[in-house]
């Protein structure tokens, strides 16, 4: 049995100050001993070593938005994975949607992150999903096609990755894909991994859902067979709404 994960994104909101509470708020809504699924939160950079300072002991672990793919250098405003690793990040996420389409981020700078984070011994979130017009253009498996491929090229091993199903068209509008519309799409890629790593690695692989997952809809995506918990971005930044969902992924 696949143990089911959840990370909220905070993306770039809070301050350190306001990292730590929030930080400390999911902590005394978890309670002690949490030992349901594996959690985790993704603060900014800037908190990250405060934020991990308050989740020391506890079971959530510290995940990173980002990582760049050389240990150090004139990439100016970049971090790299050794530096996040070093502030105590187990996991981080690479290919989010946002970083795809603000900050020109692509299928082959996403490997490369990806293989750098795995040689730093970190755990891999791969954000992979389609916009509105790819999916109204019926090009949604070639688009999640080449994301799989192109972003795991000349990786070996897939057991150190988490997938995160996003579909663009769900992030932060309100809007969800339903949970056969989900469904569909992680059974799509569980059989590409099947394909490039056999099945027993895809039948271990989690695949988490993306996109305006809320309490309410929580249950209903991570009862579907192959949806093994969420990655959470609006959600998240309240600490009652982010143990609900972490809640409804542990049952
Ligand atoms: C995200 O950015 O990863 C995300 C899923 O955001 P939201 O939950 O706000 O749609």
Redesign the pocket.
Known sequence: MRRKIVVG?W?MNNSVAESETLALDVLAALGEGFSGCEVGIAPTYLALEATGRILEGSEVQLVAQNCHYENDGAYTGEVSARMINAVGCTSVIIG?S?RRQYFGETNATVNLRIKKALSEGLQVILCVGETLAEREAGVTESVISSQVREGLDGISSISPIVIAY?PVW????GKTATSAQAEEVHLLIRTLITELYGKEAAEALRIQY????KPSNAAELFAMPNIDGG?????SLNAEDFVAIVKAASR
Do not use: D, F, P, Q
């Open positions: 994104n993306k989010h946002e996003e769900a992030i932060g509008t993306g996109g305006s997952v990655l959470i971005g609006g959600a």
